[in-house]
């Protein structure tokens, strides 16, 4: 089967499965995401929906956060882990949005990487999820395993995957595959021991890396 055929048929059993994919994260604006999206580096989607509520009420807006004492949010943001560069970053994010941007989140690529730690994972996600636009293929340790073990990319740079995925499917599917390939990653094929018995992908997937 040719990659493109798979990419294709991985999109349409992954579309049946997860018919409504929505981010585990917990939010309800643009701003929201952006910091859960931030917190959940190197860090769990249940801790992190743990903290932004905590973080929310004590700092309601993206003014409140730009103002906002720097030990005070590394104290709320602590449990997420590197909580002293998060805090710095959210920070400096919420500065430049008010400055540069009229105090809202803005809506491109070219845009949101410039805020602090904000990188091209974590504008998709925002893009895809808060807007309606796609722009990339946000790539996070699960995607990036999924790919390679489904013969979709044999990179192991995120931006050379991207660059390998975005051509596979439609921009219209960008930011569900990314919604899929994590749920799926979690679900059926985590790092350690994956579930290929059970895997509705079994026959079309190479198993590259799979031992």
Request: hydrophobic share 40%; charged share 25%; proline share 6%.
């Amino acid at each position: 089967m040719r990659k493109q055929e798979r990419a294709s048929e991985i999109y349409k059993r992954l579309s049946q499965r997860y018919p409504a994919p929505e981010p585990a994260l917990t939010w309800s604006t643009p701003w929201e995401l952006l910091v859960a999206t931030a917190l959940s580096a190197q860090c769990t989607d249940e801790r992190v929906n743990m903290v932004t509520p905590v973080f929310f009420e004590k700092w309601p807006d993206i003014q409140d956060a730009a103002e906002a004492d720097i030990s005070e949010i590394e104290a709320v943001v602590r449990s997420t882990g590197f909580f002293r560069n998060k805090a710095k970053n959210i920070r400096a994010a919420a500065n430049r949005i008010m400055t540069e941007y009229n105090g809202e989140v803005p809506k491109s690529m070219a845009e949101l990487i410039t805020l602090g730690g904000v990188a091209r994972k974590t504008a998709s996600i925002v893009l895809s999820n808060a807007f309606g636009i796609n722009e990339g293929i946000a790539v996070d340790t699960h995607v990036k395993r999924l790919a390679f073990r489904m013969g979709l990319t044999q990179k192991t740079d995120p931006i050379q995957i991207e660059k390998d995925l975005m051509p596979l499917f439609p921009r219209e599917q960008w930011g569900e595959i990314n919604h899929f390939l994590v749920f799926y990653g979690r679900q059926v094929c985590p790092a350690r021991k994956p579930k290929c018995d059970e895997c509705e992908l079994n026959d079309i997937c190479p198993k590259k890396g799979v031992k």
